[in-house]
């Protein structure tokens, strides 16, 4: 039997999406610096004219997954980092707002087979979202930390598949027949 881990190596290959909420961009600007730091490291081109890493910004946390599963459906990436900044302030808006974007974020990973990575802060005040955000430490690090250790582990994690089902002759089903129709029917929509 086997261990597998994701590596944080040759990331030269991989490609990635950031989709960035502009609410409270003070915080999330900060959030997707610690990202790009993080990522540029551990050798990803993120210069947005370059080819692994595309930027996407909506207007707050609450578009983050629809856009997320969409960019998720093209397959085109190994994963996608999600940004945003949700803070209580004096607005029962916070507490719709958090709940739908992390089930959004986790059922677009789920549907999709691509690591959907949730970098949404939830904080009480602007004061807290910003220590996280780089005055103590920035958790966009850790966002893009996961995320390369999450494209690597998938990666090895459908190797194993596919080879599972070359052996027993069988083209492997590299999507399950529902995501198969599901992007089927977004394309002809
Ligand atoms: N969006 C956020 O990203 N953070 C918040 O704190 C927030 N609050 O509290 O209202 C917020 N609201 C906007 C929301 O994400 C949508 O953009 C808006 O409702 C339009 O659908």
């Known amino acids: 039997m086997a261990v597998f881990e994701g590596t944080f190596a040759h990331t030269e290959t991989f490609r990635f999406a950031i989709v960035i909420g502009r609410f409270n961009d003070l915080v999330t600007g900060k959030l997707l610096e610690g990202c790009q730091d993080c990522l540029k490291r551990h050798g990803v081109n993120v210069d947005p004219q370059g080819s692994q890493v595309d930027y996407v910004w909506v207007p707050g946390s609450f578009e983050v997954p629809l856009v997320a599963r969409q960019l998720a459906l093209t397959h085109r990436y190994d994963a996608i980092i999600c940004l945003g900044a949700v803070i ?26 691509v690591p959907v990575i949730f970098g949404i802060l939830t904080t009480d005040t602007l004061q807290q979202a910003l220590e996280r955000a780089g005055i103590k430490s920035n958790l966009g690090w850790n966002y893009a930390l996961s995320a390369l250790e999450m494209a690597s582990l998938m990666t090895q994690v459908k190797g194993l598949t596919d080879a599972a089902f070359q052996a027993g002759g069988t083209t492997p089903p590299t999507l399950p027949a529902s995501m198969k129709s599901a992007i089927a029917t977004d394309a002809s929509s």
Do not use: C, L
């Open 88 to 113: 209580r302030g004096q607005t029962p808006h916070f507490d719709y707002v958090a709940a739908e974007v992390s089930k959004g974020i986790a059922a677009a990973g789920f549907q999709t087979g």
